[in-house]
């Protein structure tokens, strides 16, 4: 079965400050993780996935199998970044997305 | 481009009636939509798969008489909520992938339908 664990529901930093969002996942298959963002008042939306293993907004997530972990990271915080960030797995063609529960991000003044 | 609409974004109705909530992809094709459930701080739980011209795939415990799906075009994928009920009250969301695209994962997100049952 597919699982999704973002162990913090809430995740508070100042600006400039480095944030670390995790994820971990458990799937038997091959893994595609992907880490989506839901901005204040606006839909879900792609942030990024592994596979791609590039760096959006300044965010990146390596994908660690051994440690079953997709953690999303940013060296310097801003307010824009301020939005709830839902870690999702996928397991092959479809699209079909288990999601974990989501970290609600806030980065003060 | 990519665009999913919703409609109608919220609604609101008596114990008992049904309620239609609408997903458009309005700029691309889409041969599949999912269809996800929130309820309030929670995570997004999937509810179904809708397949245009065939039957939708329901996840585990979610009872397919009592939410409709039906994908009756390319574009365009329904949801009825039959005989609702207080507890049916949350917000539906459905989400599909470009169909040239669909191995990348990325879905694009409609922006939510609010149903509050009284």
């Known amino acids: 079965a597919q699982r999704v664990t973002q162990p913090e529901k809430l995740l508070s930093v100042f600006k400039g400050a480095p944030v670390e969002l995790k994820c971990n996942y458990s799937y038997s298959g091959s893994p595609e993780l992907f880490w989506y963002v839901q901005y204040s008042r606006q839909r879900l939306q792609l942030l990024l996935r592994?596979?791609s293993r590039e760096s959006i907004k300044g965010f990146t997530a390596d994908l660690n199998k051994g440690e079953t972990s997709f953690h999303l990271k940013k060296p310097f915080a801003q307010e824009e970044d301020s939005a709830m960030y839902y870690c999702?797995?996928?397991?092959?063609?479809?699209?079909?997305?288990?999601f974990g529960e989501g970290t609600q991000l806030t980065v003060n003044p | 481009g990519a665009v999913v609409s919703q409609h109608p974004s919220w609604v609101i109705c008596k114990s008992g009636t049904s309620v239609k909530i609408e997903c458009r992809s309005l700029d691309f094709q889409a041969t599949t939509m999912f269809w996800y459930r929130q309820f309030p701080k929670q995570s997004l739980m999937l509810m179904a798969t809708?397949?245009?011209?065939?039957?939708?795939?329901?996840e585990q415990g979610v009872e397919k008489d009592k939410f409709l799906i039906n994908h009756a075009s390319l574009t365009l994928s329904t949801l009825t909520v039959t005989s609702a009920h207080p507890e049916d009250s949350s917000f539906y969301i459905c989400?599909?992938?470009?169909?040239?695209?669909?191995?990348?994962?990325?879905?694009?997100f409609g922006e939510g339908s609010r149903l509050t049952v009284l």
């Open positions: 809708s397949n245009e011209g065939s039957k939708a795939t329901y």
């Open positions: 999702a797995l996928g397991g092959g063609r479809g699209s079909r997305l288990t």
């Open positions: 592994h596979i």
């Open positions: 989400s599909a992938p470009l169909w040239r695209r669909v191995d990348t994962g990325e879905l694009f």
